[in-house]
């Protein structure tokens, strides 16, 4: 037999790469076939978008069932969007009907009819997010030998967006629950577009299991078209100026619009207000131009029928489509042959920029198109760091890290992460219905992520349990669960990890237009899908909102806040601020806007230390460090220094500087930050006598002494400030 893979691979795969018209299999995909043919390790594909990541593994895994079929289902692919799995569901239904290896979905939109035909008779490819397979564990556990005995191939696609985040700790729980309750031992791969710290990524991947990780990640080689433009918007302080802001905005708005109209474009927005208002400015501008309206919207609270025609629209439409988007089309479902990305604003993370980036240029060696619009309120009164261009350092910042470095964000674990400790305590407890302390010890503190938790610290979270009633003792001794506890697990928000808002769906009469989390009474009018409406009625029994098309104010109706910034990102920020380099993306107004920066940055002496004059009795601290290191300093300067300098203010500007009020000057403020960094008390010296921050979502369940233990281990980063100040 040949060496080359594709002779290796069933009749039904190489059958639809002739129907494709491949003439060979891409680098991934021949590396990811002698890894799944060959060696019994785990697999890491690390390659950029639309190189073929998940046909390089499913193409070799479907070969394994297609020549020795399963018992049960055969292949696990767990994604992080159910759009994703729909997305992925119709690519691989065409792929495998020849191959007769059925493949299912499950999900709150799927029918129960057809989750019930997977039950009767579990086989091939299940497609599921983590919420769903946590529900399946809770509510179903006498199915799960049934339904995985015979389990192959767990495949985790996107797998950037579940490390370093209580959602992947939860998938390591549930994938190690599977392999106990089930018996198998699944092989598992990992899908990613946006990674550069390999070491751990195959760390998380092979979490809890015995064989090792192989990584594949063949070089890119895609070109890159990339453009940044600066808008101001003055500061509106008369008459004068308010009719400048209004002409500046109209500007701003009308070259957006010049930008996309006629492209199949995503406008990337960092909030879902962001997206709403950009969709209604430009539709107002097609209105004004009596051009087609070509925009739609794409956010987390749209209905999920109106997200899908703007997913088809950009597909499959014959004219031109431009959807505002959040972080929902980031990730990887198959929109076909955009043309240009648009970013309003920068994102916050080099990885973000990756994921955004990749969008555009994906068929026929199409460079990938990113423009960068950057707006910016500028006021030549304010204090000389609110006169700094934050966002265009910051888009910058993020093109010079991946462009020339290479480098990505590293993502890593909570080393105490508390409230998914309870979260998989009562899931397992509610599995299995009751257990003794020793016996539910064991079987939460073996999963991977609580290998660390010391036994004595999960006696007294079991002791803070039953005296909250969240659990009970039976009169044989054994734990089960409380009435407290059962009001919590018995919803269905309990399945996600992640803090997800209460939210009031939005009618139209009948029709469904999306959610809200902020519910405003009746007459009020506000933005959704990127029109306006007008509240007429409030059912909040039933948490709906009725309204009807309208004229008026646009106003924000979610809760939120931006993105955390990694030191890196920071330091390279002050790095551009600092450097004379010209940089051959920058459109014009970019151009002059940095130099205009540059020029305040070294007369001001900005530059010159972390902690500067800012006239009186005030000083700007400016440690240019990552988000978390920031808010470390925040409390350090609040708790350790405010009383003994005598400080009366202290405002932070997350995460770029602090004002600082009080007698004391720049030289003793600095000197007594860095001796407090180093001073033995540690983190904990951070933290009120009585405080207890949160850091997940079920925090507020575990007990105030293990929470607070938590936050000085995974919220502060004292040791990463030091080192921050000291660069």
């Known amino acids: 037999m040949s060496a080359n893979p594709f002779y290796r691979l069933a009749p039904f795969i190489q059958e639809f790469i002739y129907r494709k018209g491949w003439e060979e299999l891409r680098e991934a995909q021949v590396e990811a076939c002698r890894v799944l043919f060959d060696t019994s390790s785990h697999l890491l594909i690390a390659s950029g978008t639309a190189s073929g990541k998940t046909e390089a593994a499913m193409f070799p895994a479907l070969t394994r069932l297609h020549e020795q079929p399963s018992r049960s289902v055969g292949i696990l692919y767990v994604s992080p969007l159910k759009a994703l799995i729909n997305d992925q569901f119709e690519r691989l239904n065409d792929l495998l009907r020849e191959g007769h290896i ?105 979490a809890g299991t015995a064989h090792g990780v192989e990584v594949v990640a063949p070089p890119g080689g895609r070109k890159l078209r990339l453009s940044i433009e600066h808008f101001s918007f003055p500061d509106a302080r008369d008459e004068e100026q308010a009719m400048a802001l209004e002409n500046a905005r109209r500007s701003y708005y009308n070259y957006i619009y010049d930008q996309t109209r006629s492209k199949k474009a995503i406008i990337f927005n960092n909030s879902r207000s962001d997206a709403e208002l950009t969709t209604l400015e430009l539709r107002r501008v097609a209105a004004k131009r009596e051009e087609p309206d070509v925009f739609y919207v794409h956010h987390g609270s749209i209905s999920a029928m109106l997200r899908e025609e703007a997913e088809a629209a950009l597909r499959e439409g014959g004219g031109p489509a431009v959807a505002a988007a959040t972080l929902t089309l980031e990730l990887g479902i198959d929109l076909g042959q955009l043309e240009r990305v648009v970013q309003l604003g920068a994102p916050y993370s080099c990885s973000s920029f990756v994921q955004r980036l990749g969008r555009s240029g994906r068929r026929g060696g199409a460079p990938s198109e990113m423009l960068f619009v950057c707006p910016e309120e500028e006021d030549e009164e304010a204090q000389l760091p ?27 674990m909570r080393e105490m992460p508390v409230g998914l400790l309870y979260h998989q305590t009562m899931s397992v407890l509610k599995s299995i219905g009751e257990a003794v302390p020793a016996e539910l010890a064991r079987m939460v503190l073996t999963l991977p992520p609580f290998q660390t938790i010391h036994p004595d610290d999960y006696r007294t979270f079991l002791h803070y349990l039953l005296e909250t009633d969240h659990i009970q003792r039976t009169e044989e001794g054994t734990l089960i669960i409380g009435l407290a506890g059962e009001r919590i697990v018995n919803n269905f928000r309990f399945y996600a990890v992640f803090q997800d808002d209460e939210e009031h769906s939005v009618y139209n009469e009948s029709e469904e237009i999306g959610s809200i989390t902020t519910v405003p009474p009746p007459g009020y009018c506000f933005s959704l ?60 107004g970019a151009v002059q806007r940095l130099e205009r920066a540059r020029r305040l940055a070294r007369e001001s002496g900005l530059l010159e230390s972390a902690v500067i004059s800012a006239g009186g009795d005030s000083l700007f601290v400016l440690p240019w460090v990552g988000s978390k290191q920031f808010r470390t300093l925040e409390r350090l300067v609040k708790y350790h220094l405010s009383d003994r300098l005598a400080l009366r203010s202290i405002v932070p500007m997350e995460p770029y500087y602090m004002v600082v009020a009080g007698r004391t000057d720049a030289g003793t403020l600095l000197q007594e930050i860095v001796a407090a960094c180093a001073d033995p008390s540690g983190p904990l010296s951070l933290l009120k006598e009585d405080e207890a921050p949160y850091l997940g979502k079920y925090d507020e369940f575990v007990a105030p002494k293990l929470v607070r233990k938590a936050f000085e281990t995974d919220g502060l980063d004292v040791e990463g400030l030091a080192e921050g100040l000291k660069g």
């Open 102 to 206: 059925p493949v299912w979905h499950w999900h709150g939109d799927v029918s129960q009819s057809e989750k019930a035909r997977l039950m009767r008779k579990p086989s091939g490819v299940l497609q599921i997010t983590p919420e769903s397979l946590e529900g399946l564990l809770m509510n179903r556990p006498n199915a799960i030998p049934v339904l995985f005995g015979d389990l192959r191939f767990v495949v985790i696609d996107e797998v950037h967006a579940f490390m370093g985040a209580d959602r992947g700790t939860q998938l390591l729980c549930q994938l190690a629950r599977i392999e106990r309750m089930a018996g198998c031992s699944p092989r598992r791969i990992g899908l990613s577009a946006t990674l550069s710290d390999y070491d751990t990524a195959t760390g998380w991947l092979g």
């Open 386 to 412: 609110a006169r700094m261009p934050w966002t265009l350092l910051r888009a910058i910042a993020v093109i010079e890290l991946y462009v020339k470095e290479k480098w990505i964000e590293p993502l890593g």
């Open 529 to 588: 899908a990127g029109m306006l409406w007008k509240v007429e009625e409030i059912d909040t029994k039933h948490k709906a909102v009725y309204v009807k098309p309208a004229r008026g104010k646009v106003d924000t109706l979610w809760l939120g806040s931006g993105g955390d910034i990694h030191g890196r990102v920071m330091r390279k920020m002050r790095e551009v601020l600092a450097e004379s380099t010209l940089y051959p993306y920058l459109a014009p």
